[in-house]
């Protein structure tokens, strides 16, 4: 296999088909719009040959997997994965081959030993979540990330904070072990002022509670200096969302504060081995220092 990619370039041969079969498909779907004839299962349809939809897309993220994953793993790059994001996501022609594609980043496989890992290498699927999730350009300044994109973010965060402990997961959710090392933490806040879609932006904000509140035990004497930083960081977020002629945008910023005192109120999340209450002051004064909100627990 090893010898045909270089022959024949097999990666970057898949990746134009690529190119080229969504192309055809939005040729496709175009006459059907046109007669008013649109397939409501996109996936069964046959757009281009004799395949389904499904199949075509599956089959060709299989061939990927199986020449560039597992053969030699630094043969697929993420220029190549830049460019399927580009044909299956931006350009996609249904959410069938970008909720594949999406899948298909996240994708592990099990080992004989019983364990699940996941086919991207750990250079590779760091260098996707920078360079892709995790800028800007490549996210439309995250104005196009949906709930699939989301759940393909946060599990790369997940896998990602994991491998570098970071982060602690279990079955009830992650625990933070080193707070300032978390990669992909800034990248949230910038989602939360961007991003207009409502189910992703919820998604968001009980991420970001869970990494301020969920507090592993051993990293307990971090905890108030985790909060002060989820503070500032709220405060700036207020002070942009002020400035905004609509009041979308304050909603939310002020519902992840409700979230926030919500579950720090109830400590849920809280692993510490002091007393049993202790006093959290928050104080928010707008700009002009003439109003004030402040509260104490």
């Not at 980043?105 to 750990?122: E, Q, R, Y």
């Not at 189910?199 to 307990?220: D, E, G, P, W």
């Amino acid at each position: 296999m090893t010898k045909l990619q270089k022959e024949h370039n097999l990666l970057e041969t898949v990746v134009q088909d690529f190119e080229r079969y969504v192309r055809e498909v939005k040729i496709v779907l175009k006459g059907l719009k046109e007669k008013g004839s649109v397939p409501a299962d996109k996936q069964a349809y046959c757009f281009v040959g004799r395949y389904s939809h499904a199949q075509n897309i599956d089959n060709r993220l299989l061939f990927l997997e199986n020449i560039g994953l597992q053969v030699k793993k630094d043969l697929f790059t993420i220029d190549h994965l830049k460019s399927l994001w580009s044909i299956l996501v931006k350009k996609a022609a249904t959410d069938v081959e970008k909720n594949a594609f999406l899948k298909w980043v996240m994708k592990s496989k099990t080992t004989a030993s019983g364990k699940k890992n996941p086919i991207l290498s750990d250079t590779l699927l760091r260098n996707f979540f920078n360079n892709v999730l995790c800028d800007p350009s490549q996210m439309e300044n995250f104005k196009i990330v949906t709930p699939e994109i989301f759940q393909c973010f946060e599990k790369c965060f997940e896998i990602i904070n994991e491998r570098e402990d970071n982060i602690e997961v279990n079955k009830n959710g992650i625990s933070v072990v080193r707070f300032q090392s978390l990669v992909g933490y800034e990248v949230l806040w910038e989602m939360l002022l961007n991003c207009p879609n409502e189910a992703v932006l919820k998604n968001i904000k009980t991420l970001l509670a869970n990494i301020h509140l969920k507090i592993a035990s051993s990293a307990a004497e971090d905890k108030f200096q985790i909060w002060q930083s989820f503070i500032q960081r709220w405060v700036e977020s207020f002070q942009i969302a002020s400035q905004q002629p609509e009041g979308e945008l304050m909603v939310h910023v002020i519902s992840l504060l409700n979230l926030f005192v919500d579950l720090l109120d109830g400590r849920k999340y809280i692993n510490r081995d002091g007393p049993a209450t202790e006093k959290v002051d928050i104080l928010v004064v707008d700009k002009k220092g003439k109003e004030r909100f402040e509260r104490g627990y």
